[in-house]
């Protein structure tokens, strides 16, 4: 390749970004190690807002799970994405097992119920949910729901009694 060729390679982009476009998230630490910043979600049930993304309907956030048993049956009518950093879990519907490092793909509609099993002490997955997640009772009776708004509500309230400020949650915010 030619020195002109290499020399342009590592020159940045040379026009100007969107003025619409949204600033970057980079989270430096994203399992942090101040305990405040996860937010509880139920008894031994945290989460860590990586990405909450108002315009668009998603969120992107850590799932830290530190008890067994069976968190929660819901349905998605959007895709969601995880990946397995710490753990493992399971869904009764199913007959795979998510291990630490795998990616899973969970398809529009479908209904399961998410179980961490015993011999678990602690579980983390990313996870990034699109739209709503739909909380059901065995026979699919609605229960409640999350989205990334009432994802939002949680974490002011959190991080507003906790003392890092209800306005902390903004960096996340998109």
């Given at each position: 390749m030619a020195d002109s060729q290499q020399e342009h390679q590592r020159m940045p982009y040379q026009y100007?970004?969107?003025p619409e476009a949204a600033a970057e998230i980079v989270?430096?630490?994203a399992i942090p190690e101040d305990e405040r910043i996860w937010v509880p979600q139920a008894t031994n049930v945290d989460f860590r807002p990586l990405c909450l993304n108002v315009s668009q309907g998603y969120w992107v956030n850590l799932l830290r799970v530190r008890k067994s048993g069976v968190l929660s049956r819901h349905r998605h009518p959007n895709p969601v994405h995880g990946v397995v950093l710490k753990g493992r879990w399971r869904y009764l519907e199913h007959d795979w097992v998510a291990t630490?490092?795998?990616?899973v793909y969970e398809p529009p509609g479908e209904?399961?119920?998410?179980v961490v099993d015993e011999d678990v002490d602690e579980m983390i997955t990313l996870f990034q949910v699109n739209g709503v997640?739909?909380?059901v009772?065995?026979?699919g009776?609605?229960?409640g729901y999350e989205d990334v708004f009432t994802k939002v509500d949680m974490c002011r309230r959190h991080y507003e009694a906790c003392g890092l400020g209800r306005d902390y949650v903004d960096q996340f915010i998109r």
């Open positions: 100007a970004q969107p989270v430096a630490n630490e490092g795998s990616y209904t399961h119920t998410l997640m739909y909380y009772d065995p026979w009776k609605h229960l």
